[in-house]
């Protein structure tokens, strides 16, 4: 699941390389964790269950935290472009 997470993210960003690779994933992995925890349902539910309408929102948002996290250790300023 991770690495499904890991294109998605990349591609808010509009990120090619792989460098920050392992630091993002650490961010999606914190990410489900929290979300998991959240809706009070098992650790690693997420890695073998299909993930919700509402999963799914959540994990969008997710992602854009994670673009926005590593925008700034960039600094790039801008969530957009």
């Known amino acids: ?31 489900v964790s929290y979300a998991e925890s959240y809706q009070h349902i098992d650790e690693g539910y997420y890695s073998t269950h299909a993930i919700s309408t509402k999963a799914e929102m959540a994990q969008r948002a997710d992602s854009l935290l994670t673009a926005q996290t590593h925008r700034l250790r960039c600094g790039t300023r801008s969530i957009y472009f």
Do not use: G
């Open 1 to 31: 699941m991770t690495d499904r997470l890991l294109e998605k993210v990349k591609q808010n960003l509009i990120l090619e390389h792989s460098e920050d690779d392992a630091l993002l994933e650490q961010y999606i992995t914190a990410s």
